[in-house]
């Protein structure tokens, strides 16, 4: 049974441009979930996407975007790269429960570390 | 808006030795998780705790949630150099997202 998986692992870029980041949930997972961990700290939520939709939010600007595809496979995208974007990238898949709004566990990826120079 | 703290930050400590590392969160919430990250890693989710006095164990790690008091502890014991990692405690933050803690970096010295 595969995990979650990303792609790329590694990745660098300068500032001003453009990044897509790619997640596989873990199979029977629906929800996938974003988060940037930067060097020391802990991760912080990005935004969750639940059936091909935002569902909700962090602290983040506009120039993070993401996607959720009909097989639950989600992108991250940033446009307008700054140095501060450089981190680790998680990306989350959980399950969600019949009924609740709530879901189960997550199970975080590898991750992508992205270098913005 | 939800906010978790840990503490220690930082712990050092002797092989066979106990400890406990300490998370504390600002609201309620009615669940919470513990996590492991080796360095350069991703997570790995150790515990899941939903209901106030919820006590759970896995080799030399029990964790406990007192809700009441928003506190969870993750004790440590007899710890062994393979425990070293950074330790993390999410908190649900509303519906859907987890609000980590700073972390634990601890290191279990032979």
């Known amino acids: 049974d595969a995990g979650v998986t990303q792609s790329p692992t590694h990745l660098i870029k300068t500032r001003g441009q453009q990044v897509t980041l790619r997640c596989s949930p873990k199979s029977g997972h629906d929800t996938v979930s974003w988060y940037q961990q930067a060097l020391g700290q802990g991760p912080q939520f990005i935004f969750q996407?639940?059936?091909?939709?935002?569902?909700q939010r962090g602290n983040f600007p506009d120039r993070f975007s993401g996607h959720q595809f009909p097989n639950y496979s989600s992108e991250l995208n940033v446009n307008a790269l700054l140095l501060g974007d450089s981190a680790l990238y998680l990306c989350?898949?959980?399950?969600?429960?019949?009924?609740?709004?709530?879901?189960?566990?997550?199970?975080f990826g590898p991750g992508t570390r992205l270098t913005v120079l | 808006e939800l906010k978790v703290e840990q503490n220690p930050l930082f712990l050092s400590m002797q092989e066979g030795k106990n400890y406990t590392i300490y998370c504390n969160y600002s609201t309620t919430s009615d669940r919470l998780y513990w996590y492991r990250q080796d360095p350069g890693k991703s997570l790995e989710s150790l515990f899941v705790l939903l209901s106030n006095g919820a006590v759970k164990q896995e080799g030399r790690l029990m964790a406990s949630l007192d809700t009441k008091a928003r506190l969870s502890t993750l004790h440590i014991t007899a710890a062994v150099h393979d425990l070293s990692a950074t330790y993390f405690c999410?908190?649900?933050?509303?519906?859907?997202?987890?609000?980590f803690g700073t972390g634990t970096r601890l290191k279990v010295l032979a």
């Open positions: 989350a898949s959980s399950f969600r429960l019949a009924g609740a709004l709530r879901t189960d566990t997550q199970y």
């Open positions: 996407y639940y059936e091909e939709e935002e569902r």
């Open positions: 999410a908190v649900v933050g509303g519906t859907y997202k987890y609000i």
